[in-house]
């Protein structure tokens, strides 16, 4: 006799449901015991123990990237301050600030000369290059953003310790100009 | 006297931070989801495993369970998916000579209670020989008495192929009974053709 099951069982072969409920009855009928309610609760607990949730900072990398938008223009503001603190407080600060304004326009066209020369390179040699480069950016980025944070704290840490350092040493700091007996030159009044 | 609060009410007080409250719905259910997945050919030594997986799985996907379908449903569907991936990944084979090993019950018992006992077995056997697709509606269907809907629900299948996957399941059991364990044909109307 053939062991093969009826795939495709013609029309007859089911015995019908009341036959497969006679025949099955002693499974239903059949006591099962089991007692894992203490095993899956120690595990849910386990689990609520090593996966606490993040703290709220963590939790909120938009928030973070947010705040690194502010941290960087107060970074800009305050380079932007000591320059001109520096200017000002330079031996009479007008000779280094017009030497500086001068200079401006050539370190433009300089800046933009070799810019244009670059996106010349680019855009005829180095674009394969760059899109492989770019291929790796995108593969790194987690790498980067951590980076990027990392950066926007270390600016951050170097805006205190610097206004710490101006606002400690501002009164010990020689006084330029005549009433300080320094000259800009570098010498002394008669 | 307080009543037992409902599946739903126990699934909300979970979800709202009362863990311990999930304990409830495990000693309400687990004899089901034991029970289940030994019908669904997961071998007694290995029930308690399948069952605390289905539970954990539970726990962990309780949000997404929708309070339009009985609880025990998805409970079901949850566990016929596990006993079928364990089956799949233990690669058990449902041979005969397999079966009674793994259903060996311990602990003595009285003569009518040996014969059940034998006859549970033998029948265990027999669906063991139905393949998984074929045997899963039909256990559903004819040991855990769900509805055809409840059924198609809980297989995530059209109402006519379950009914046309049941046709045949019934089919090659009648014809593994009648070849291997005629000893088990029901003396009823359906059983004449065997």
Redesign the interface.
């Known amino acids: ?1 053939s ?1 093969r ?5 013609r029309h ?13 009855e ?12 203490p ?3 120690a ?3 386990a689990e ?1 123990v090593a996966v606490r949730p993040l703290p709220a900072i963590l939790a909120r990398p938009r928030l973070l990237w947010a705040a690194c938008v502010p941290a960087g223009i107060a970074s800009l503001a305050f380079l932007t301050i000591i320059c001109l603190g520096l200017g000002r407080a330079a031996a009479g600060g007008a000779a280094p600030g017009g030497a500086l304004a001068a200079l401006l326009p050539r370190l433009i066209r300089l800046v933009g000369e070799r810019l244009a020369a670059a996106a010349g390179f680019v855009v005829t040699i180095a674009a394969p290059l760059l899109r492989a480069a770019w291929a790796l950016v995108d593969t790194l980025a987690p790498l980067l953003r951590g980076a990027g944070l990392v950066a926007a704290a270390t600016g951050l840490l170097s805006i205190v310790i610097s206004l710490y350092v101006f606002g400690h040493y501002r009164g010990t700091a020689p006084q330029a100009g005549a009433a300080s007996g320094i000259l800009p030159h570098g010498g002394t009044p008669r | 006297m307080a009543s037992e609060p409902t599946d739903v009410e126990l699934i909300r007080e979970v979800l709202a931070g009362g ?2 409250r ?2 409830l719905l ?2 309400r259910y ?2 089901l ?3 289940a997945a ?2 669904m050919g997961v071998p007694r030594q290995e ?2 495993d399948v ?2 997986e289905v ?2 799985k539970v ?1 962990r996907s309780l949000k997404r369970y929708e309070p339009t379908h009985a609880f025990s449903t998805w409970l079901y569907r949850i566990t016929v998916n596990a006993a079928l991936d364990r089956r799949r990944s233990r690669r058990h084979d449902t041979r005969m000579d397999e079966i009674p090993a793994a259903l060996a019950d311990s602990g003595p018992s009285p003569h009518e209670d040996a014969e ?1 006992r034998g ?2 077995r033998l ?2 056997e027999a ?1 063991a ?3 998984d697709h074929y045997r899963a509606p ?1 256990v559903l269907m ?2 855990e ?1 769900l509805a055809i809907e409840e059924v198609s629900r809980v297989l995530d299948l059209p109402e006519g192929t379950v009914k046309s996957r049941l ?2 399941a ?8 009648q ?1 291997h364990y005629p000893a ?3 003396s ?4 004449e ?2």
């Open positions: 006799m062991d099951l009826p795939l495709l069982p007859g072969d089911d015995p019908g449901e009341a036959w497969a409920e006679a025949l099955l002693p499974l239903r009928l059949e006591e099962i015991a089991c007692d894992i309610a095993s899956v609760m595990r849910v607990a609520r | 863990v311990e999930f304990e495990i000693r687990e004899r989801v034991a029970a030994i019908r029930v308690e069952a605390n539970f954990y726990y059940r006859r549970v029948l265990q669906l020989r139905i393949p039909l004819h040991v008495g046709f045949r019934r089919a090659m059991l009648k014809q593994i009974i070849r088990l044909a029901p009823l109307p359906g059983g053709a065997s």
